[in-house]
């Protein structure tokens, strides 16, 4: 299938590392759907696309919604007859020590990252076509973890698992299924990271540096294309090294 003639829907398309694979979605070829709650950045996001002679359009989410990934679908299906790529993108990241992590903190956490990967994968299971794609926004943290992110390594790694089973389960319809492992990449969620562990990261990287969210968008690109029919179940680390 031609990228010309796929739908890919973005969640937290708006900002950092959605923004950029929304935008290099659309570069591609590809109509995009941005899901965002933030209407003014996803609507600059959109003019932005345009310009570039692309196509898309943003849907008002919030994807702590049990309703949230049916709504996209319906958006998507509306406005352009279908859904071939899903990027589960948006989510939500707090820090701070376990031993001070509050009941609401959890709670937090549950409903950003695991029940709303979990209710995005259930619709894209039901939804998305033959020969499609889902692409889950994981972490490095997953695989190597840092003080103070227990709750968000935690969440992330619970959303890995549920698209590791799913590309089993939809590998009969040539869907694959793939989770990206981000390290620290610089996008607004860096301001909450301590200098001290930001130098490390990059001192332990051997190219010698951060993510950009470009990095990122490059991969999930890649992931989307006909050229990845190949690679299903799998965390790919893009970290520079780090992991």
Known sequence: ????????????????????????????????????RGEEAAAQVVARIAKAGGQATAVPTDITRATAAKELFDAAEERYGRVDVWVNNAGT???GP???ATDEDFELHFAANVRSTFAALRESARRIRDHGRIIVISSALTVAPLPGRALLAAAKAAGDQL?????????PRSVTVNSILPGL??????????PQVVAEAEAGTPLGR???????????????SDEARWITAQTIH???GFI
């Open 98 to 100: 376990l031993a001070g």
């Open 1 to 36: 299938m031609h990228a010309e003639e796929r739908v890919a829907v973005v969640t937290g398309g708006s900002r950092g590392i959605g923004r950029a694979i929304s935008e290099r979605l659309a570069g591609a070829g590809m109509r995009v759907v941005i899901g965002s």
């Open 210 to 224: 951060l993510g950009e969210p470009a990095d990122i968008a490059d991969i999930a690109a890649f992931l989307a």
């Open 238 to 240: 893009a970290a520079g």
């Open 185 to 194: 990449t610089r996008t607004d969620v860096l301001s909450s990271v301590p």
């Open 163 to 171: 698209a590791r089973t799913l590309a089993w389960e939809l590998g």
């Open 93 to 95: 990241a707090t820090g």
